[in-house]
């Protein structure tokens, strides 16, 4: 199982297309948290949001086994493109309710007992930030909004964002840049303090 770790996700999908099963498991564990998160960004419900994080990965393994999946070293951008498309499925079933991002804030790690009073202070403050930040970013423009959370939160290229959504990496970055003038416009309106 080891040496399955150490392989590219194309190399994985090949073996899992051969009959070797851990291989699809490697791949679900090498990429569940960030697909959850990217998932959870738009889902309130954390029952829907496993469902939908279940669905995709059925429908990622009838695509492969049927030999649709085309590769590229692109396995995450794709497996986000069928969770899109999903989420997309699942708005329209309710009658376009609002996307609301429902982000929970991970606490500091402490290094010492010393330092444990100084984190908690630092972490308030940075929690504090990340309230103001997600209601700033909840005023944006969807297309803006969504670009941002995938390049802070999820730690996503432009060139995935790009792929992801179908548009160019010009575009993508647009998006960005105007994104990042309309929340540093808006945190000044409101006095807040932003590091973007």
């Known amino acids: ?10 190399q994985l999908v090949n073996l899992f297309i051969s009959g070797q099963n851990a291989a699809f498991d490697t791949l679900l564990s090498r990429h569940q948290d960030r697909l959850y998160s990217f998932i959870r960004y738009y889902v309130r419900n ?13 429908k990622a393994i009838v695509s492969i086994r049927q030999q649709r999946y085309t590769g590229n070293g692109k396995f995450y951008a794709w ?17 376009n309710e609002q996307i609301v991002y429902d982000e929970e804030v991970e606490g500091a790690s402490h290094a010492s007992l010393l330092q444990a009073e100084r984190d908690r202070e630092d972490e308030m403050v940075r929690e504090q930030v990340m309230v103001d930040v997600k209601k700033i970013m909840n005023h944006l423009p969807d297309a803006q909004r969504e670009v941002v959370f ?17 548009i160019s990496i010009n575009t993508a970055l647009g998006r960005m840049h105007y994104a990042i003038q309309n929340m540093r416009r808006m945190a000044k309106e409101h006095h807040i303090s932003l590091s973007i």
């Open 46 to 58: 954390a029952d829907l949001a496993d469902d939908l994080f279940q669905e995709t990965f059925v």
């Open 1 to 10: 199982m080891e040496h399955l770790t150490a392989m590219t996700d194309d």
């Open 150 to 166: 995938m390049r802070f939160y999820q730690d996503m290229s432009f060139k995935e964002i790009a792929e992801l959504k179908g």
């Open 79 to 95: 497996l986000t493109r069928i969770a899109h498309n999903l989420l997309v499925d699942q708005f329209r079933n309710e009658n």
